[in-house]
């Protein structure tokens, strides 16, 4: 079974969790930008977090055969922080790098004026770069914040089919499978969806558009939901097709349209087997065995 994960935060996870994923199929995944925990103070806090997603954390995942890949942007959360908004004008130098398949995640947290602004710039950065977008949905008034996502999405011109609204739910689907942006569920502990309800979302939708991620971060959550939904696909009577479409190919349909997804050599891995070490860490004293 080959997964990707198409939105996990591994800069909260340990190496623990990717021998985990890389033993449960995880081959590749996506890692957006998202808050800490802790509010940033400067745009220069966004620079090293940025670095990271573009260096360190590739290297990390290749010491367990797993392929990293980033989306970039301002988030929601902190789009509200005038300390940070300059992230918008330092942007556009990292969304030109090779890593970066996506801008997110853009979208809602509590539908200020301020994320309106930031929300409108980012998805007019994505048709500028060619980027798709992986858009976040608000915890709180979800279905008024749906409405309002796809509302700027329309106006923005960017073609529905380059846009993933993700953290959806069954009382939220059914407002974005008419309009052709890509529907992502987020299958997390307690507070988002559970591998059963998931079950039922496919059954009733199909698995066109569909991406099912963990979104596991520093919160109650687990980076191998995305195996869990898959088993309870199979057990639901699903076959192994239509698991490889929602857990691999749309995934892979849907940020390969960046035309920066790299899954060379990736399918063919052998279990334990490393991965090539980008360049730039080829002598690093963290590699494995070296600790």
């Given at each position: 079974m080959r997964i990707f994960d198409p939105h996990v935060h591994m800069t909260s996870r340990t190496t623990h969790d990717y021998a985990r994923m890389r033993e449960?199929?995880?081959r590749a995944l996506v890692e957006p930008s998202f808050w800490l925990g802790q509010p940033r103070t400067s745009?220069?806090?966004?620079?090293d977090y940025f670095d990271s997603l573009l260096g360190f954390e590739p290297f990390r995942a290749a010491q367990f055969g797993i392929r990293h890949h980033c989306a970039l942007a301002l988030n929601p959360k902190e789009a509200n922080d005038p300390r940070?908004?300059?992230v918008l004008d330092l942007l556009p130098r990292y969304l030109r790098k090779d890593g970066v398949v996506a801008v997110g995640e853009i979208g809602y947290d509590s539908m200020t004026p301020a994320e309106d602004e930031a929300f409108a710039t980012q998805l007019e950065l994505a048709v500028t770069h060619g980027l798709p977008v992986l858009v976040h949905t608000p915890h709180r008034d979800k279905a008024a914040g749906v409405r309002r996502t796809l509302d700027v999405v329309?106006?923005?011109g960017i073609p529905p089919e380059r846009v993933l609204v993700d953290h959806l739910n069954e009382t939220t689907v059914d407002l974005v499978a008419a309009t052709g942006c890509?529907?992502?569920f987020s299958v997390y502990p307690e507070t988002k969806m559970s591998a059963r309800r998931m079950t039922q979302v496919l059954r009733r939708f199909g698995t066109e558009r569909i991406l099912v991620d963990?979104?596991?971060d520093w919160g109650d959550s687990d980076p191998l939901t995305t195996r869990e939904t898959a088993e309870a696909m199979l057990e639901a009577g699903f076959g192994h097709d239509a698991v490889d479409a929602v857990l691999w190919r749309n995934p892979v349909r849907f940020y390969g349209q960046s035309g920066r997804l790299d899954l060379d050599?990736?399918?063919t891995a052998g279990a334990g087997r490393e991965a090539e070490v980008p360049a730039v860490y080829a002598g690093n004293s963290l590699r494995r065995g070296e600790r």
């Open positions: 449960a199929g995880v745009v220069g806090s966004f620079v940070c908004t300059g329309r106006e923005s890509w529907m992502g963990s979104a596991a050599g990736v399918e």
